[in-house]
């Protein structure tokens, strides 16, 4: 198929790690996002991992790319209760027509993060 | 110091009324966005441009139209609003071949 999947709902406890996955369709993306988005907010890029990499880390967060399985996955260390919120991956593809670059979501993972 | 504006926020229509969405930006980027996210979806790219140059996405239906006037204001116009256009309507702009997108807060479309 050519959607970006992700599972709707994490749960955690305050203080663990939080593993939000995500596969994806295109095996010449070139880069991979998370972006997260707050009620009431639009969406933030919180890191991206170009395709020749396999893991990329940023403070708390940690992106694990598997090109093979065409499988993305961000962990959150620590996560603490303003973490909550839902966290998107996107790939970016080329067009159809092959002009351009764009960015194609998943539906987004629901982060919930309780004491 | 919000960068990417929407306005409004919630906008109520009437089925069939058409409807204008605005968005603009300070970061004077030459690429702009528009995504259509409904309930619990993936966001979906609309159309976007690249300075003048108007890009759509083959599966945006025609009732969808654009403008941009200027570097800094983009606007979406849908011709007759059906219920199914119901949906969250976010803007983002980006800048040349950099990876970041920049988005707005979205305006909430409710079609009656």
């Known amino acids: 198929g050519e959607d970006v999947e992700q599972s709707l709902f994490l749960s955690v406890r305050e203080g663990d790690s939080s593993v939000i996955n995500c596969t994806y369709t295109d095996s010449s993306s070139t880069y991979l996002y998370w972006y997260k988005q707050e009620p009431g907010a639009g969406l933030q890029l919180l890191t991206y991992?170009?395709?020749?990499?396999d893991m990329k880390q940023d403070q708390r967060l940690t992106v694990l790319l598997n090109k093979k399985d065409k499988h993305l996955s961000l962990r959150i260390a620590d996560t603490q209760t303003g973490d909550s919120a839902i966290y998107f991956c996107?790939?970016?593809?080329?067009?159809?027509?092959?002009?351009?670059?764009?960015?194609?979501f998943g539906a987004g993972t629901r982060l919930a993060v309780h004491p | 110091d919000a960068m990417v504006i929407q306005n409004p926020r919630y906008q109520v229509t009437q089925f069939g009324k058409p409807v204008t969405l605005s968005c603009s930006q300070t970061l004077n980027h030459n690429v702009m966005y528009w995504y259509q996210q409904k309930s619990s979806q993936a966001p979906k790219l609309l159309f976007h441009?690249?300075?003048?140059?108007?890009?759509n996405e083959a599966d945006t239906p025609d009732n969808f139209q654009s403008r941009r006037p200027n570097t800094s204001f983009c606007f979406l116009d849908i011709r007759s609003p059906g219920l199914g256009d119901a949906a969250m309507y976010l803007c983002?702009?980006?800048?040349?071949?950099?990876?970041?997108?920049?988005f707005g807060s979205g305006t909430q479309l409710s079609v009656l």
């Open positions: 996107a790939e970016r593809r080329r067009s159809r027509s092959g002009g351009y670059n764009k960015l194609i």
């Open positions: 991992i170009f395709s020749n990499m």
């Open positions: 441009y690249y300075d003048k140059d108007f890009n």
């Open positions: 983002a702009t980006r800048q040349g071949v950099q990876e970041k997108l920049f």
